[in-house]
């Protein structure tokens, strides 16, 4: 392992070991070995950095202290650690790049609450956008990240030839994304792709990010729980419907703003999943399927759970469904609202314009449809008569199905 110890920012001693006329800082490794490691300039105290190599292809620590990065991959199985109280100055069109060809290498920031690790732009006047990402890799899951502040990042990010928009592009079942900061970036806070399945992720404030903070693939979901910071009332946690769905048992948690599923989202026949109470969905257009999986909405009186438009201006028809299909058990819905929902889109093949659709052994507790472009309900089967306990807000018809029940 290769040891650096930085300068501290602010302090004009520089790094351990300098001095060299070279323009280099001379630091030993602790086993008779010596590396160079080029310096720049600190930005606002003139103070020594040291350069983050373009290549890290053996354990490296840095830290604590300032340094310096443009674009930095980390290769072969390496591990990068950067310790508490180390200052990150990215500059312009920057990245961070954890297993590029999908290895195992790994990107360790250790911060504390006393002193993070902060990644900021090394411009004199910062705005967002200033750098790009910091990227982990598919094969990257001994990647941790805890008590890290990253601000004004964003920027399209060549690390991969997709060319993420986002301070943080994960892909990797990473052991931790923790007590992190993430502010004004250009784009997305932080991305979650579907391998993206981490260990802990807890506690995290996002702000001033110009797009949703927080994007996730459906497969990542349930590994975001509560208790995320959202300091902006009018941030969304995005749900990118692809071909991936959420395919195992867990919680999908209340956050104090929406989820907003982008197109068509699925639990799969491996999913069994508890929607919590307070939960907000918002819905751009398509529908919420349950293909041979479970979905228990789990709204309480006081806090149900919303299923919704994701329009500004909302109206009748803005999506489609949810929509039960194949399942084993009866799904269980309580205290639920459905509004603004019908037009058909995704909601089977057949494009059943419903709000709710599934079979007759759904069991529907203290549930609201209202503000419907079409039926509250379809199913294949004859409509169960207990349905008609629930709450029905200018809604006609109530059901769509074989001999509907006439509701008193």
Same mark, same amino acid.
């Given at each position: 392992?290769?040891?650096w110890?930085?300068? /501290?920012c &602010?302090?004009?001693? &520089?790094?351990?070991?300098?001095g060299?006329?070279s323009?280099t800082?001379?630091?030993?490794?602790?086993?008779?070995?010596?590396?160079?490691?080029?310096?720049?300039?600190?930005?606002?105290?003139?103070?020594?950095?040291? !350069?983050?190599?373009?290549?890290v292809d053996?354990?490296m620590?840095?830290?604590?202290?300032c340094?310096? !990065?443009? #674009?930095?991959?980390?290769?072969?199985? =390496?591990?990068?650690t950067?310790?508490?109280?180390?200052?990150?100055?990215?500059?312009?069109?920057?990245?961070l790049?954890?297993?590029p060809?999908?290895?195992?290498s790994?990107?360790?920031?250790?911060?504390? +609450?006393? +002193?993070p690790?902060?990644?900021?732009?090394?411009?004199?006047?910062?705005?967002?956008?200033?750098?790009?990402?910091v #990227?982990i890799?598919?094969?990257?899951?001994a990647?941790r990240?805890?008590? @890290?502040?990253?601000?004004?990042?964003g920027?399209?990010?060549d690390?991969?030839?997709? #060319?993420?928009?986002?301070?943080?592009?994960?892909?990797?079942?990473?052991?931790?994304?923790?007590?992190n900061?993430v502010?004004a970036? @250009?784009?997305?806070?932080v991305?979650?792709?579907d391998?993206?399945?981490?260990r802990?992720f807890e506690?995290?404030?996002?702000?001033?990010?110009?797009r949703a903070s927080?994007?996730?693939?459906?497969? =990542?979901l349930?590994?975001?729980?509560?208790?995320?910071?959202?300091?902006?009332?009018?941030?969304?946690?995005?749900?990118?419907?692809?071909?991936?769905?959420?395919?195992?048992?867990?919680?999908w /948690?209340?956050?104090?703003?929406?989820y907003r599923?982008?197109?068509?989202v699925?639990v799969s026949?491996?999913g069994?999943v508890?929607?919590? @109470?307070?939960?907000?969905?918002?819905?751009?257009?398509?529908?919420?399927?349950?293909?041979?999986?479970?979905?228990?909405?789990?709204g309480?009186?006081a806090a149900?759970?919303l299923?919704?438009?994701a329009?500004?201006?909302?109206?009748?028809?803005?999506?489609?469904?949810?929509?039960?299909?194949?399942?084993g058990?009866?799904p269980?819905i309580?205290?639920?609202?459905?509004?603004?929902?019908?037009n058909?889109?995704?909601?089977?093949?057949a +494009?059943h314009?419903?709000?709710?659709?599934?079979?007759?052994?759904?069991?529907?507790?203290?549930v609201?449809?209202?503000?419907l472009a079409?039926?509250?309900?379809?199913?294949?089967?004859?409509?169960n008569?207990?349905?008609?306990d629930?709450t029905?807000?200018?809604?006609?018809?109530?059901f769509?199905?074989?001999?509907?029940p006439m509701?008193p």
């Open positions: 392992m290769i040891l110890v930085l300068a /501290s &602010g302090d004009s001693g &520089g790094a351990e070991g300098s060299s006329e323009g800082t001379d630091t030993s490794t602790g086993t008779g070995t010596t590396a160079d490691v080029p310096t720049t300039t600190e930005p606002t105290t003139g103070d020594p950095c040291p !350069m983050l190599p373009e290549t053996t354990d620590d840095f830290g604590p202290g340094v310096r !990065m443009y #674009r930095t991959n980390i290769v072969d199985g =390496a591990t990068l950067l310790v508490a109280g180390t200052t990150v100055h990215v500059d312009a069109g920057g990245f790049h954890a297993g060809a999908n290895d195992n790994a990107l360790v920031i250790e911060g504390t +609450e006393a +002193e690790v902060q990644f900021r732009s090394a411009a004199e006047a910062p705005q967002a956008g200033d750098w790009q990402c #990227r890799g598919n094969g990257s899951s990647s990240i805890v008590h @890290a502040r990253f601000e004004h990042g920027q399209a990010c690390a991969i030839g997709s #060319r993420p928009e986002t301070t943080l592009d994960i892909h990797a079942p990473a052991e931790a994304f923790s007590f900061e502010r970036s @250009a784009s997305h806070g991305i979650l792709g391998n993206a399945l981490i802990g506690a995290n404030t996002f702000a001033d990010n110009a927080l994007r996730v693939a459906p497969a =990542a349930l590994r975001v729980p509560g208790g995320q910071v959202f300091v902006d009332a009018d941030d969304v946690v995005e749900v990118e419907g692809t071909f991936d769905a959420i395919e195992e048992p867990g919680t /948690s209340a956050q104090t703003v929406p599923l982008l197109g068509y699925q026949s491996d069994d508890t929607v919590e @109470a307070g939960t907000v969905v918002q819905l751009d257009g398509s529908s919420l399927e349950v293909f041979a999986g479970k979905l228990h909405v789990a309480t009186e149900p759970v299923f919704t438009s329009q500004d201006g909302p109206q009748a028809g803005d999506w489609g469904c949810v929509v039960y299909t194949s399942v058990a009866p269980q309580e205290h639920a609202i459905f509004e603004y929902a019908g058909g889109q995704g909601c089977t093949g +494009e314009t419903a709000a709710l659709a599934g079979p007759a052994t759904m069991e529907l507790t203290g609201t449809f209202r503000e079409a039926a509250a309900i379809h199913s294949n089967d004859a409509c008569p207990a349905w008609c629930n029905f807000e200018g809604v006609d018809p109530l769509d199905c074989v001999d509907p509701c």
